[in-house]
């Protein structure tokens, strides 16, 4: 018989990677590296300002309190980023949605309890609309979110030019209501962005939505020829996206308690870094929403270590968030493009 | 072998396109347990055929009977439900995804909603381990060689909708080229696995260019060729040799002959050789040598490494071993501009994927080669550029003869000379056609080989590949064979040279 | 030849739409402003609605410019709004530090610095892209992020006020009785066609966009080509953003020039030129600025509050992509009518019955 091969045989070891080669190849391992990035930076903080109470729990726990809108935005630009898309309205959606809460709230007198599902419904609408031409017209996720951008921004101004404030009372006292936890205290909003991570992780995790969404991102084409319904999948991930956004909306306005038409200006930006510095693939794919907490959480002790350095200014967070995103980026090209045969 | 009914049947089977009758009253049937090869040159009809069955196109005519029962697909779904099975040559699984998921996806086991995962592991790894195979499910499936995917895409397809067995729900398994890219341990492995399919009554239709293989494997095969069935045989029927003839067949009867042509004599010294050249898993190495003025034409069927061989000269892709030589000069072949600063040019088979840009106009396509050789800063005069331009439109007979024209409108013909055109103005020393005449019209394929015959008589070295035997016998000098991604003889043209000669090289991979 | 041929040649030019839209938007004012045509000549220099129509959209010009050539080769360019910020903020930071603010040659040297920092952008932009393989939207993210915290590390958070007459030339002077910028735009202009077309760096770029794979086998050095436009397209970027800082006689790095990357794209597409990469026209694209710039004129005329400005842009957005998309006109129109030269890309011969590549050729965008 001639031989068909020109390669040499394969060593019988070849179906079972390496050790080290499986340990680098493991997707997990983004999520390891940012969150021991997050312990060496927490380290440093602790080292450096020890004196200037650092070490108080309730320091950490603010890292969730001042974050929870960023990180609820991040966990739905997770979603969208992981089948493969991206959503550049999610900024717009969410100083929408705080504009949108505070002239009901404020100028209609309709109490929160029913103001919360219509925001919900129309940021949830929205990325309904957007997924929705996504799909049926191919058109690209950049271009339209981008039109979502627009177009929510501009709706801010048409409900007004200028900023409402928020003086309802039960919205107050929402925002005030702590949760003690050990040594300090979570706010209503902490509370549920942690809920909300918890049940992204059990969506992408356990449910078949959530697969096909990893699925998607992995791989279109062959999503489509495994015979799964991407099109529903598409539309629903954007649905997600502008979900959290309103919802990122809602908790932005009961942090900051007013409603203005420049709220949130570019935060979709800091979404996307905290979902890639957490280790999502921007291609799609790989990743996992447990990192994109780490990524929020690093993104605040940016912000919260600035803070304590004192002569350091605000600016430096922008530049630490684009030299991290850098860094991750050149990472993970380097991971593709070893993994890909 | 007391013949069963078949498991599927397809009877005057028709297919057209605009223009162009794909499928022409083709029959086709499958019996259960037995592996059938679906044979044929490019456009033969295959692929229209596998897609007519799985319901990507619909059918024009015929009927499709499964187990008896008159069926229309109208997607690749339906026919899966049907137990229909695909696995491609690009493996259409997610690589991010761990091989049990990848084998269950769309049909995960839950219970309100959430997925079992340990159910899932483990009815993956049941039908792992019933059809024989070692894998770790758990693993993601971008951890495995390519030739495993592979191997799970079937577990998977063989899994669909079964519900008393492996392989019970799926009749049909169609394995469209799957060893293309296989060693030959990878490809034992899934012949095995095959066999053991075959053992449990499906019936695989295989689609393979290596002929070793479908004599190794299969019981039957059927042939098509120009949208026509040439032939059902069983395998140990048909030796190597008639099995090449009814492909390639006698299909030039009708095209022009170039008038007695003798071959001119006036080949000059060497331009190109190539010592050891070759591709782990495209080609294995080859000694090849193309003189001045010298036509050398490659032939060997389809997927039997031609294309694959004209690349690496070319730097389209990087050889791993070998060097190549040119004008005395080692090139090393890092890209496509080393070849082309060379002297090499090269006219894709893939015109509109590799070779137009189908957005911009003739002229400028016409242009790009020269352009792009020359740099940025310095463009083609306008004077100069509107006369090559106008000159090869007229020497080529380019229609419409419009050098604005977008030349993604234009014929096919009329696409292969505009790219003819773009490397001849460049004046290079060796013209790589890959299949330069298919696909067009039998007027425009006489004047392109007229082409090759002036050009080299000028002097210029070509590099000549195509399908039918007759076409590269007339041109060629000197005839490379391949076969089974392997140049197996280099044949000096002569009296004694006929097709039937270069069918038995083929067929059998030996010479004298 | 009939008026029905001619016109139907005039409609098939790729500039008729865009500048039918533009048309059309300005007539649009007319009711509201009858004067809206005019142009004044006061102390010697011309006003007039037009005028301040092109004044206003120069910057957006520039920069949908240099866009247009990232765009042609299928890149895309995010970061052109920090570059902007980061241009002013440098050349006006060092202005302001020059104990003769009026100086020439200080105004010279502080405007080479910040377009050498541009060009800086460019390159990093053009290494990501075109030697690591990082997709255009994600390489030049970086920077969109990052660039900003950098131009307000520069003025140091402040907004920097320089008070230099021939700073002020650039985006606020008069010169021959036009605004100066105008001559900015068209040298601007002119010089990027006779860059693209003078050169065969257009056919080049379009070669890259139009078919990569096709210009890799004809010995095309994309890599160049693609570095070459994303630090012209940063050139471009660095111009506006002196020009915008000149105009306010300030560098303001959190919001000079915010939002003019989505602008610049919007112009490009409206102009005609592909997502996809390919065939671009720089005059559609200033065709596109325009009518970017003329829309916002439009509705503060036509007394519509201004804040719906960006609800018009979204929709323009959206309707110009849906035309673009082959399968909404093929579901909207039923194909044909609108099948300009984009639909046929779609329309592979059914000759070659494999699938052809650039049916599923993805985006680099996206």
Known sequence: MTTTTTREPAAPDSRTPGRAARILADRRLPVLVTAGLFLVMYAVGLSRYQNYGFAETQVFLNLFIDNSYLLVAAVGATFVILSG????????????????????????????VVVIPMALAVG??????????????????????????FLFRGLCLVISKESISITDSTVSSMAQAQISLGGGFLSVGAVVSLVVLGVAFYVLHHTRFGRRVYAIGGNEQSALLMGLPQGGTKIAVYTVSGFCSALAGLLFALY???????????LELDAIAAVVIGGTLLTGGSGYVVGTLFGVLVLGLIKSLIQFEGTLSSWWTKIATGVLLCAFILVQRTMTSRRSP | MAEPLPVLEMTGIVKEFPGVRALS?????LFPGEIH?????????????????????SLDGGTVTLNGTPVRFHSPSQAQQAGISTVYQEVNLCPNLSVAENILIGREPTRFGRIQWKRLRREAAELVDRLGLDIDVDAPLSSYPLAVQQLVAIVRSVGTGDSDGPGSGTRVLILDEPTSSLDRDEVLELFALMRRLKDQGVAILFVSHFLDQIYEVCDRMTVLRNGALVGEHLVRDLDQVGLVQLMIGKALDQLEELHDHQLHADVGESLLTADGVGRTGRIAPFDLEIKKGEVVGLAGLLGSGRTELARLLFGADQPDSGKVTIGGRQVPMSAPNDAIAAGVAFCSENRRAEGLVPDLTVRENIVLALQAARGWTRPVPAAQRDELVAKYIKALDIRPADPEARVGQLSGGNQQKVLLARWLITQPKLLILDEPTRGIDIGAKAEIQKLVVSLSEDGMAVLYIAAELEEVLRLSHTIGVLRDRKLVAKLANGPEITPTRILETIASGEHQ | MTTTSRWRALSRHHLFWPVAVLVVLLLVNVPFTPDFFSVKMTDGHLYGSLV?????????????????????????DLSVGAVVAITGALTCSYISDQADQDALSGVLLAMGIGLAAAVVCGLWNGFLVARMGIQPIIATLIIMVAGRGVAQLITDGQIITVNSEPYKLIGGGYWLTLPFSIFVVAAVV?????????????????????????????????????????????LCAGIAGLMISSNTSAADGNNAGLWIELDAILAVVIGGTSLLGGRFSVGGTVVGALVIQTLTTTIYTIGVPTQTNLVFKAAVVIIVCLMQSPKFRAKVFGGGRFGGRRGDRQAATPADTAPAPEAVRTMEVS
């Open chain 1, 85 to 112: 898309g991206i959503d550049l309205s999610v900024g717009s959606v969410i100083g929408f949605t705080t504009m949108f809460t505070a002239w009901l709230v404020e100028k209609q007198g309709l109490p929160i």
């Open chain 1, 124 to 149: 949830a609408f929205g990325g309904y609309l957007m997924g929705y031409v996504i799909q049926n017209f191919e058109i690209q996720p950049f271009i339209v979110t981008l039109a979502g951008l």
């Open chain 1, 256 to 266: 900051i308690q007013s409603g203005d038409p420049l709220h949130a200006t570019g």
């Open chain 2, 25 to 29: 009253g083709v029959d086709f049937r």
């Open chain 2, 37 to 57: 090869a679906l044979l044929g040159e490019n456009g033969a009809g295959k692929s229209t055929l596998i897609k007519v069955l799985t319901g990507v196109y």
């Open chain 3, 52 to 76: 301040s129509i092109v004044l206003f959209g120069s910057p957006l010009i520039l920069v949908a410019v240099g866009m247009t050539l990232v765009i042609a080769t299928g890149g895309i």
């Open chain 3, 190 to 234: 002119a010089v990027t066609v006779a860059l693209t077309r003078r050169t065969a760096l257009g056919l080049l770029v379009e070669s890259v966009g139009g078919n990569a794979e096709a210009s890799r086998l004809v010995g095309i050095r994309s890599r160049r080509i693609k570095i070459m436009v994303y630090v012209f397209c940063a």
